[in-house]
Structure formats: C-alpha cells, structure tokens
C-alpha cells in the first residue's frame, strides 16, 4: 500500500498568513492527488484533485502543487474560516486509497 | 445540493454484525461509485471500501476483507455495508462519499454525508 505522511501534524498561524502543507507519497503517485478539509464534528470537504485542480466553490486562495511523491497545500492570506484540519490523499492506481494523518490548522 | 444520509450505526459486542445505509437524492445515484470512509475518535480518516456504478466492482482495504460488504441498490438510491465480525479496532464514525466523476472510479470524493457512529464494545 502506498503511505502518505503529511508534515507538519500541525502548525499556528494568524488570519493573513500564507500556510504550506506538504504531503509526501511512499511511491511516484502521477498527480492523483487530493486536498480535502475538515472542521470539528463535519464531513470532510474536498478541495483539490489531481493534485492543482480546485473544485468548484473553493476559494482560489487555496493552490496545490507537486510531483512524483511530493505535493504541497498552499493557502494564502489564512482567513477565519481556514482554521481547520488538512488531509491530503492518494487515489493512485487501484485501491487501497490512503489518507495523510492531517495537519491541523489552529490560530497562533 | 447532493445529499447523503447514513444511518445504522450503534453500539455491538466484538464479534457482532451491524448494516450501515446511505440514502442518496439531488443527484443521479446510479450514474456515480460511492464508497466509505472511516474515522476513529480524535484520529484521521480512513478509507475503507468501495463500489463501482453498477455494482459489479468492488474494493476494500485488507483490514475488512472477508468481514464487510459493500453493495447497492440503484433502484432505491442507497449504498450499503454489511459488516460482520466486528472488532473493537472498527469503532469509528463512518461516511459515506459519492465519488467527482461520473461513471468513474477515480478515488475521490465530492460530497459526503455527516457519518453514523460504530461503536464495538462489550
């Protein structure tokens, strides 16, 4: 099975900060690659795939980016409500698909 | 707004069965594969099992082979999971996600429902 292992586990930040969460894969992932968001007590929203391709009604402050096993979650100019907890996600080849631990996103 | 509502969890002693529902409507059930995540108390998530549009293809993860079944019925817009010998190790908040694209199963998930919990304790 393919490991991802997201850095940092978690990380403060202030409204207007620029975040950067990595992912990396256990193995080259060709860009299958998703972003999805969690707040407490909620159902996880999805807010990239392919690795850069923002899903419709995401706000275009959030931008992915990456290769072969390494990828990258950028938020830029935090806002309220970002303050969250980020899982990336592997879609590669059949299943298993395999989440991140997260990287929970607090206020500083 | 696709909606997606789980229903079935509860509490079970280890070795027991339960059958988990996802009632789907506001979209066209039949033409998307759905599959299930888990989430432990306070930890990540997890994917656990999917199922192709029609039915006919079907994955898990090796943790609940041979122990859950996912299935469909598109004429009544519901997904499915059987899941029997059940161990501590399962109790979790369980989602159900209908996959982005159509007719596809690219593993990756749109919309979700807000969980049914499984708790397995004696």
């Known amino acids: 099975d393919i490991q991802m292992t997201q850095s940092p586990s978690s990380l403060s930040a202030s409204v207007g900060d620029r975040v950067t969460i990595t992912c990396r894969a256990s193995?080259?992932?060709?860009?299958?690659l998703a972003w999805y968001q969690q707040k407490p007590g909620k159902a996880p929203k999805l807010l990239l795939y392919?690795?850069?391709r923002l899903e419709r009604g995401v706000p275009s402050r959030f931008s992915g980016s990456g290769s072969g096993t390494d990828y990258t979650l950028t938020i830029n100019s935090l806002q309220p409500e970002d303050f969250a907890t980020y899982y990336c996600?592997?879609?590669?080849?059949?299943?298993?698909?395999?989440f991140g631990q997260g990287t929970k996103v607090e206020m500083k | 707004e696709v909606q997606l509502l789980e229903s079935g969890g509860g509490l079970v002693q280890p070795g027991g069965s339960l059958r988990l529902s996802c009632a789907a409507s506001?979209?066209?059930?039949?033409?998307?594969?759905m599959t299930w995540v888990r989430q432990a108390p306070g930890k990540g998530l997890e994917w656990v099992t999917g199922?192709?549009?029609?039915?006919?293809?079907?994955y898990y993860t090796d943790s609940v082979k041979g122990r859950f079944t996912i299935s469909r019925d598109n004429s009544k817009n519901t997904l499915y999971l059987q899941m029997n010998s059940l161990r501590a190790e399962d109790t979790a908040l369980y989602f159900c996600?209908?996959?982005?694209?159509?007719?596809?199963?690219?593993?990756?998930?749109?919309?979700w429902g807000q969980g049914t919990l499984v708790t397995v304790s004696s």
């Open positions: 996600a209908k996959e982005h694209r159509i007719r596809s199963v690219r593993g990756y998930f749109d919309s």
């Open positions: 506001r979209f066209s059930f039949s033409t998307y594969a």
């Open positions: 199922i192709s549009v029609s039915g006919d293809s079907t």
């Open positions: 193995q080259g992932i060709s860009n299958s």
């Open positions: 392919d690795a850069s």
């Open positions: 996600q592997q879609y590669y080849s059949i299943p298993p698909w395999t």
